[in-house]
């Protein structure tokens, strides 16, 4: 009885173990895949937005040709911290948003007219909308592309169900209706460490002016 007690509780012992080596990456391994894969499309944005274009065709927003898994824009709230800065990814498919927040397809590119929504990790790779939660009603959010930074403000916070996917649409909860506004709108789950509901935060377009380094 002793040897078979002691071998239960060895076993428990692993088991907790593995268990929380398996926590751990989930919270902090899975950062240093998104963290490479942030470096490495920050460096092909700096190129490619450095480099002269190469058709005399009017310049569109980037996102416009940016292939799906690529970098698409920078995303800066200065709410969140001098350094916070990530690289969208055109995506968000489980693959994409392991590299980092992702833009909904065919919802609008920054700055157009529309719903330009990005959907981001709470609590793991990187967990680029960790905090998203700390936003105010004013707050700033950048977005840099090749051709200008667009500067959103803050509107408004929602909590929703995963179900509630027209917060996607063009004028948010109101399918089929024409936008007249330019808006953002960042998606996560919530709360933290849980998938239950979505955290909403909302935007409107209020400047655009020249890139940050252009």
Same mark, same amino acid.
């Given at each position: &009885?002793? *040897? ?9 012992? *692993? ?26 499309? #920050?460096?092909?944005? !700096? ?11 009017? +310049?569109? !927003? ?8 690529? %970098? &698409? +824009? ?10 916070? #800065?990530?690289? /969208? ?16 397809? %065919? ?9 330009? /929504?990005? #959907? %981001? ?25 090749? $051709? %200008?930074?667009? /500067?959103?403000?803050? !509107? #408004? ?5 995963? *179900?509630?996917? $027209? /917060? *996607?649409?063009p004028v948010p909860f109101h399918p089929g209706q024409q936008p007249t506004r330019h808006l953002i709108t960042l998606t996560t789950c919530n709360p933290k460490y849980s998938a239950a509901t979505r955290l909403i935060v909302f935007g409107e377009l209020t400047q655009t002016i020249p890139r940050v380094g252009a």
């Open positions: &009885m002793r *040897t078979l007690i002691r071998s239960l509780g060895e076993l428990c012992i *692993t088991a907790g173990l593995v268990l929380l080596l398996f926590v751990a990456y989930e919270l902090w391994g899975t950062g240093q895949y998104t963290q490479a894969q942030q470096s490495i499309l #920050s460096k092909r944005l !700096t190129r490619e937005w450095a480099a002269p274009r190469h058709s005399a065709v009017p +310049a569109v !927003t980037t996102s416009e040709k940016v292939q799906l898994g690529d %970098g &698409m +824009a920078l995303i800066r709230i200065p709410r969140l911290g001098s350094d916070y #800065s990530y690289v /969208v990814i055109e995506g968000v498919t489980v693959a994409d948003l392991r590299k980092g927040p992702g833009h909904y397809p %065919g919802t609008a590119s920054p700055g157009r007219l529309g719903n330009f /929504v990005i #959907s %981001g990790h709470r609590t793991t790779y990187l967990a680029p909308f960790n905090r998203i939660d700390e936003l105010r009603d004013g707050d700033k959010i950048l977005i840099d592309t090749r $051709d %200008g930074q667009y /500067v959103y403000k803050v !509107t #408004s916070r929602r909590v929703v169900q995963p *179900t509630e996917v $027209d /917060v *996607t649409d």
